[in-house]
Nanobody, 115 residues
Framework: QLQASGGGLVQPGGSLRLSCAASGSIFSVVAMNWYRQAPGKQRELVATKSSGGITNYADSVKGRFTISGDIVKNTVYLQMNSLNPEDTAVYYC???????????WGQGTQVTVSS
C-alpha cells in the first residue's frame, strides 16, 4: 500500500531523493520511517518523522540525510546528501500506526553508491 521510488546509482559524494506515498489511505498514522538493508546485514532504522513533526536519525546519517513529508497524507521523503558506498542498500518506507506498527511497508528501492 506504500510506493517507494527514487533510488538509483550515484557516485560517492552525490545526492538522491527518495519518495514514499500511500496508494490508498492509511488511517491513524503516528509516524513514518525509512529503513535500509544492505546485503548480509539486518534491516536498520535510518530516519523517523512523527505526526507531531519530530525527526530522528541514525548516527551514521546525521547531518547528511533529511526526512520530510506530510505524515497525515501518508507521504514521506528522504533527501540523501554526501552519499558514500556504505549507504548502499535497499531502502524501505514504513508507516506506523498505534495498532500495527510494522504492517505497512513500501516495496523497497535500491540505492547504489559507487564510482
Amino acid at each position: 500500500q506504500l510506493q517507494a521510488s527514487g533510488g538509483g546509482l550515484v557516485q560517492p559524494g552525490g545526492s538522491l531523493r527518495l519518495s514514499c506515498a500511500a496508494s490508498g489511505s492509511i488511517f491513524s498514522v503516528v509516524a513514518m520511517n525509512w529503513y535500509r538493508q544492505a546485503p548480509g546485514k539486518q534491516r536498520e532504522l535510518v530516519a523517523t518523522k512523527s505526526s507531531g513533526g519530530i525527526t530522528n536519525y541514525a548516527d551514521s546519517v546525521k547531518g547528511r540525510f533529511t526526512i520530510s513529508g506530510d505524515i497525515v497524507k501518508n507521504t514521506v521523503y528522504l533527501q540523501m546528501n554526501s552519499l558514500n558506498p556504505e549507504d548502499t542498500a535497499v531502502y524501505y518506507c514504513n508507516a506506523v500506526t498505534a495498532t500495527a506498527p510494522y504492517k505497512y511497508w513500501g516495496q523497497g528501492t535500491q540505492v547504489t553508491v559507487s564510482s
